[in-house]
């Protein structure tokens, strides 16, 4: 779409009969004459050069005539507007359409003083004398003879199109307004009276020196006549160029060569200020401008410094060093706007050894600067929500356009007290699906930077970036996140970095993603973030401002040589599903989320396929308070995940980590799932839950194996002290090595609660751990098989009929090799039987039924259900077997009793 030039087509011909003349379109508001026919309407609004006349096929066709066809200017006769150069030519065409096919074009040159004076003629001549071969702006003429055969396809009878190129030169004048066309971008179009525009080297750009030129002059060269004007608007609101002279930016050159392109250019610029602005020292290539800013709004710069600046070629940019401060009540950006090339390509925009001093974009500014946000925070339903505009900040870089990437790199600089809408120190918009944009820093820090009124993230990518990448860098004391892209993150990778002190009110304080696909963190420490009940890191599509479509698994996250401590709000949260979490080397200490203290994935849709954790610390970690209100079960206190395939813990310590409902470490929800838990030669201490599985509680099946020399002591729960499984615990072994001690439930399971024990191998030690029922072992349902080559002893239930070991259904086999160390009883709801005398009688007895030394008693009536959790099973009573009373109650008789079950009715095999 090229300049658009106020010209308008006017067209004459004979009436019926030859009676009088007929013209059209009206050319004052009061001309009213019927013509039969249709007029497109002025150009301008439509931002064409062209314009047309046609008569419907579906009404009558033009009786038989000659048009002839005009061009004039301005839309009254009546007032003297003329908006172009008298002297600038315009080459004007006529084609002529019959029944939608071409039948003729003509072509004729005009000067601007031709279009005004046709004007002139249109308002003092006579109908029949208004356009014509002898008129000043005639174009051509074409004489129409009916046919019998209606138009095809819904075309027209007759179409007459006339349609303009201007060819100005150097110096010629026009006045114009800027006007935004459909296509989002600034069009300067014809008004009177307007802004001066002046054409040199290709291009319209205003005058922004007052004073200069004599506006007599100018009204002169515009081709007025009577009264000259004695002003004209001056100045920046232009979508072209606008010249700006030594009197309004200094450019100071040391050593500038004759072939040096020093300029300055801007574009769509309401409010310009630009105050002891410098340019030092430069030489500059022919590949473009200086400084150039598209679209600007609203921009006050004070103090601004550009120095070192050297010119290429976009595609081989150099490092920019840029000093921008004291940017106060900006609109749309507050320092710099990288519009890059329709062409298709990668352009690298570097930006270094810079400062951003307390820029504040205050509110959005032209150039459809406004981002996908409302103030209130509500929703966004879809990617063309008409959302309360709300700007950028500091620097914005757009590469929306198809097939264009943007290489984005910044080194050794700083965005200090920095302000706006999204993306207070970096912006960059390309509204893509996926994009190969990259954003990279290198030595750059964030320091209290914040939203102006409504505004988030210190970096926002409008759409998607292929990789951010920070090394040494830090982001500190900032206020509503980090980053935020609203659609895809391929990979984030953040190396020798600092995140602390970040504080929020409702978005995340780090990182709020609509998807990514890999997040790692190298010796980074990420400290005290957070503290408005949001995650501190949200891959999340369900809140406002964040659009994905088909969203694919996380491929990991890996965590090395980190620090994460202190965040309020659990650290990750996503409801994307991840192939593999790796935490290596680091520290994970006094976290505190709503859900899950460091790790939520407990969406249906989210979960983990694996974790390895080698040489950390998890320490000191808690979910959120329960809060029925809300909704909200505080389950995992390092973890909360609907599915998890496997996790490893080796050479790593757990320890005082808690849960106010479920999973003291770790929670999973999904009961259809077998989770396979392996814990080598680490130390998992003094964890904690208040329902259920002070460890581990899960509502499916697992295989729990301990490995090396492992220590698994002083946990605590309600139910299941260790571990809780609602499913069945397929496996649980300890080795040689390997200690299980001094753990605690105040109802069920010392060790373990369960509803079915398939195998149990103790090679280890399982001692001094204690409940009311079960010290070491309640399992609901069946108990397939145990085996005991190291310690089972010293396990004291807190009730004569508790027992060490406490089985609702069939027991198995028990194997105790010579050796080992066991102690306590073994109780059912038949009875009760003491490990230690099964163990000497099976020594030599082979299979036996055990009532030389089993006890039997009857059932005790179903104690009321305690919930384990969420959707967990009851914990006593209920589906679960009765729980036995309290110390006081005697012990039952040896001797069968009418109607109480006999011990003969089910067998303990004993080798």
């Not at 935004?180 to 179009?189: I, L, T």
Request: with cysteine; proline share 5%.
């Amino acid at each position: 779409m090229g300049t658009p030039y106020d010209i308008n087509i006017f067209a004459v011909w004979d009436s019926p009969g030859g009676s009088g003349v007929i013209s059209a379109p009206q050319t004052s508001p009061w001309d009213s004459r019927a013509w039969g026919g249709s007029y497109s309407g002025n150009n301008l609004p439509a931002l064409k050069n062209s314009e047309r006349l046609w008569w419907p096929g579906s009404s009558a066709q033009p009786h038989a005539t000659t048009f002839h066809v005009c061009a004039w200017t301005g839309n009254d006769t009546s007032s003297e507007i003329l908006t172009i150069d008298r002297q600038m030519r315009v080459n004007l065409t006529l084609t002529v359409k019959r029944s939608g096919q071409v039948v003729k074009t003509m072509s004729l040159v005009h000067s601007g003083i031709d279009i005004a004076l046709q004007m002139t003629q249109l308002e003092q001549h006579a109908p029949g004398d208004q356009c014509g071969p002898e008129t000043a702006a005639y174009v051509g003429s074409y004489s129409y003879r009916p046919t019998n055969k209606r138009p095809a396809d819904g075309a027209p009878w007759l179409e007459l199109q006339l349609s303009w190129e201007a060819g100005p030169k150097n110096g010629q004048v026009r006045l114009a307004k800027t006007v935004r066309g459909a296509d989002g971008q600034a069009y300067e179009v014809a008004l009177d009276p307007g802004r001066l525009l002046v054409y040199r080297d290709g291009a319209w750009g205003s005058v922004c020196i007052e004073g200069f030129p004599n506006p007599a002059l100018v009204c002169r060269q515009l081709g007025y006549v009577g009264t000259l004007g004695e002003a004209f608007t001056y100045g920046a609101d232009a979508a072209s160029p606008i010249t700006v002279t030594d009197r309004s930016l200094t450019v100071v050159a040391d050593e500038l060569e004759a072939s040096a392109d020093v300029g300055v250019t801007f574009v769509g610029v309401p409010h310009l200020r630009l105050v002891d602005s410098v340019v030092r020292g430069l030489q500059l290539s022919t590949g473009g401008p200086l400084v150039q800013c598209l679209d600007c709004a609203f921009l006050t710069m004070d103090n601004v410094t550009v120095q070192d600046l050297r010119g290429y070629p976009l595609t081989e940019s150099r490092p920019v060093n840029v000093c921008c401060q004291s940017v106060r009540e900006a609109n749309g950006w507050g320092c710099v706007l990288l519009r890059l090339s329709e062409a298709l390509g990668s352009y690298p925009v570097r930006i270094a050894n810079s400062t951003f001093t307390e820029v504040d974009v205050h509110w959005a500014g032209a150039y459809g600067t406004f981002s996908d946000a409302n103030k209130e925070g509500n929703p966004v339903e879809n990617d063309i929500y008409p959302a309360l505009p709300m700007g950028y900040g500091a620097v914005v870089v757009d590469a929306g356009r198809p097939g264009v990437a943007a290489v984005i790199e910044v080194s050794d600089s700083a965005f200090v007290s920095v302000a706006g809408g999204l993306g207070y120190g970096l912006a960059l918009i390309n509204n893509a699906m996926l994009s190969l944009d990259s954003i990279t820093l290198n030595r750059v820090s964030f320091d209290q930077c914040r939203g102006s009124l409504y505004g988030s993230y210190d970096i926002y990518v409008q759409g998607s970036v292929h990789s951010f990448v920070a090394t040494r860098s830090s982001f500190t004391n900032g206020y509503e996140g980090v980053l935020g892209v609203t659609r895809h993150a391929e990979i984030i990778r953040m190396s020798d970095c600092v995140l602390a002190d970040n504080a929020c009110a409702s978005e995340p304080a780090l990182f709020h993603l609509g998807s990514l696909s890999a997040l790692e963190l190298h010796h980074c420490n990420v400290s005290r973030n957070g503290g408005c009940g949001a995650a501190t890191i949200l891959v999340e599509r369900q809140l406002a401002f964040v659009f994905r479509r088909s969203p694919e698994a996380m491929r990991g996250i890996i965590i090395t040589n980190s620090t994460l401590v202190g965040n309020l709000g659990t650290f990750f949260a996503s409801d994307l599903y991840v192939s593999g979490i790796t935490l290596q080397d680091s520290v994970l200490e006094n976290n505190t989320g709503v859900t899950a203290g460091v790790f939520d994935l407990s969406k249906p849709s989210s979960g983990v396929s694996s974790v390895d954790i080698s040489g950390c610390r998890i320490a000191g970690n808690s979910a959120g308070s329960y809060s029925w209100d809300l909704g909200v079960d505080g389950n995992g206190g390092f973890m909360s995940t609907s599915v998890l395939s496997s996790l490893t813990l080796k050479g790593s310590s757990v320890e005082g980590n808690s849960a106010p409902v479920s999973g003291g470490v770790l929670s999973i929800d999904n009961p259809r799932q077998t989770s396979h838990v392996t814990i080598e030669d680490s130390t998992v201490r003094g964890n904690s839950a208040s329902a259920s599985g002070g460890v581990l509680a899960t509502r499916g099946f697992v295989d729990v194996t301990l490995l090396g020399a492992s220590t698994v002591v002083n946990h605590s729960a309600a139910s299941g002290a260790v571990l809780y499984g609602a499913g069945a615990v397929n496996s649980f072994e300890v080795s040689s090595k390997s200690v299980v001690a001094d753990n605690v439930a105040s109802r069920q399971g010392g060790v373990i609660m369960t509803s079915a024990l398939v195998t149990a191998v103790i090679d280890g030690k399982v001692e001094n751990n204690s409940a009311r029922q079960g010290a070491a072992l309640f399992v609901s349902g069946d108990l397939g098989s145990l085996a005991v080559s190291g310690a089972l002893k010293r396990n004291a239930a807190a009730t004569a009929f508790g027992g060490s070991m406490w089985v609702g259904g069939e027991l198995g086999g028990l194997s105790f090799v010579t050796g080992s160390t066991v102690d306590g009883t073994v109780t059912s709801a038949e009875g009760v039987a003491d490990l230690a005398d099964v163990a000497a009688s099976g020594a030599a007895a082979g299979l036996r039924e055990c009532t030389s030394v089993c006890h039997t008693r009857p059932p005790m009536p179903p104690s009321p259900p305690v919930y384990g959790g969420h959707d967990m099973p009851p914990s006593y009573g209920g589906d679960m077997p009765p729980a036995y009373g309290d110390d006081s109650m005697p012990p039952p008789m040896a001797p069968e009793q009418e109607g109480a079950p006999s011990i003969k009715s089910r067998r303990m095999r004993v080798y």
